[in-house]
């Protein structure tokens, strides 16, 4: 079962941190390794349930991610105060801001 379901009465009250997103991404990696399997061996309707899976996974993790910018590591995603103090203008010219 996946670890993002979790019953309605205890929805919403899970903490995110990056500890659950990694073993949302550990699980659809299996996920995915299963559905390849399955349909290598011609075994379609099995892979139904494993891409419904994965498809829950990945509208949630997109939905963390849309909610929670801060979530990433700040090095993957510098702030205006971390860009470089020069850059080069529309016409080729350097410039500094």
Do not use: W
Request: aromatic share 4%.
């Amino acid at each position: 079962m996946s670890v993002a379901f979790v019953p309605k009465r205890l929805r919403g009250k899970a903490k995110i941190n990056q500890e659950t997103v990694q073993r949302l991404l550990d699980e659809n990696d299996q996920l995915i390794r299963c559905i390849t399997e399955y349909m290598q061996k011609g075994r379609a309707v099995e892979c139904v349930q494993y891409q419904q899976i994965l498809h829950r996974n990945i509208v949630y993790l997109a939905t963390i991610a849309d909610a929670s910018p801060d979530i990433m590591p700040s090095s993957s995603n510098p702030t205006a105060a971390e860009a470089p103090a020069s850059t080069t203008a529309v016409n080729g010219h350097e410039g500094t801001q």
